[in-house]
């Protein structure tokens, strides 16, 4: 039998938000106190918790959205909301071990909500909500993360109008709300230490910065311009010496993260980056394009820079 033969074809969990936009999800492995306190929320929550939250009102979006593929899915919504309001989940069913809980951010049906999901359950733990009477569009990038000795996770969201917030996913709260473009966020990356973090969009412009997430403090440390508007992804590297950005343009632009300088940039597609990741030991980047094609990169090494 070939090894492909061997392969299951069924997903794992299938988990069914109802949304329709473009937000990227974030997956979140939980490993010490903050992902101890999480499954405690898990497992001593009630259904009811969610099931007001998720009647949530039809999609309000600041581009209309008129394609027979949107309204097909958002003409089901509602059967969808009915399905996820009436689900009963027992205390034991959302109840995770330790070692295997994992959680996914992605914006809802609601596409300006974040919502945060049980991985392993497939059951809604969290939603964060905008400011009644702030609009800020929909959710276009996300990233969990949580800050070293800090006993909580949070989630650095970008908005369609330009706005990055950081909220605290445990306690529901909005900390930290700045207006940093003037085109819709299109990625956020926050480094290993989650003291600090990029964020890219629809415009020319990268923003480097620092949280202080105890004093709810902000600090915009460096503005970056690059020649062509549109940035698609950015990843930070694990040792927090390089980050790197995906151009619409085609172009890997490669920065120096502390000093907050261009070092070189990268062209073979042909198209649109689309995503961009360094690997655990930092030495490859791999991008991923429009044109089809993935390519790994060798890169500078953390003693030559």
Same mark, same amino acid.
């Given at each position: 039998m070939s090894a492909e033969g061997t392969l299951s074809r069924e997903p794992l969990q299938v988990i069914e938000t109802g949304s329709y936009n473009f937000c990227r999800m974030a997956i979140y492995m939980p490993e010490g106190p903050a992902g101890n306190l999480l499954q405690q929320q898990a497992r001593y929550s009630s259904p009811d918790d969610m099931r007001p939250s998720l009647q949530a009102e039809a999609p309000q979006s600041?581009?209309?959205?008129?394609?027979?593929?949107?309204?097909?899915?958002?003409?089901?919504?509602?059967?969808? &909301?009915?399905?996820?309001?009436?689900?009963?989940?027992?205390?034991?069913?959302?109840?995770?071990?330790?070692?295997?809980?994992?959680?996914?951010?992605?914006?809802?049906?609601?596409?300006a909500v974040l919502e945060i999901w049980n991985l392993q359950t497939g059951a809604p733990m969290k939603q964060l909500h905008q400011t009644e009477g702030v609009k800020h569009g929909m959710c276009m990038a996300v990233q969990l993360f949580n800050q070293t000795a800090r006993h909580t996770l949070y989630a650095l969201v970008g908005y369609e109008d330009g706005e990055v917030a950081v909220w605290d996913v445990l306690q529901g709260n909005l900390l930290i709300s700045k207006h940093l473009h003037d085109e819709p966020v299109m990625a956020v990356a926050?480094?290993?230490?989650?003291?600090?973090?990029?964020?890219?969009?629809?415009?020319?412009?990268?923003?480097?910065?620092? !949280?202080?997430?105890?004093?709810?403090?902000?600090? !915009?440390?460096?503005t970056l311009e690059v020649k062509q508007q549109g940035i698609a992804d950015i990843c930070i590297r694990q040792d927090q010496r390089l980050f790197a950005t995906a151009g619409w343009d085609g172009k890997i632009r490669v920065f120096h993260y502390k000093k907050q300088k261009a !070092?070189?940039?990268?062209?073979?597609?042909?198209k649109g980056l689309t995503a961009l990741a360094?690997?655990? &030991?930092?030495? &490859?980047?791999?991008?991923?394009?429009?044109?089809?094609?993935?390519?790994?990169w060798s890169v500078f090494q953390s003693d030559s820079i």
């Open positions: 600041q581009h209309k959205i008129n394609s027979p593929a949107a309204m097909s899915d958002m003409a089901s919504c509602s059967q969808l &909301r009915s399905k996820l309001a009436s689900s009963m989940y027992s205390k034991e069913d959302t109840a995770v071990e330790t070692a295997s809980a994992a959680l996914v951010a992605i914006a809802g049906h609601d596409p926050v480094d290993a230490t989650g003291q600090g973090g990029i964020c890219a969009a629809a415009d020319n412009k990268v923003h480097c910065f620092s !949280l202080d997430l105890p004093a709810q403090q902000f600090t !915009l440390q460096a !070092l070189a940039f990268l062209q073979y597609h042909k360094f690997d655990s &030991r930092g030495q &490859r980047l791999v991008s991923a394009s429009r044109d089809g094609n993935i390519a790994l």
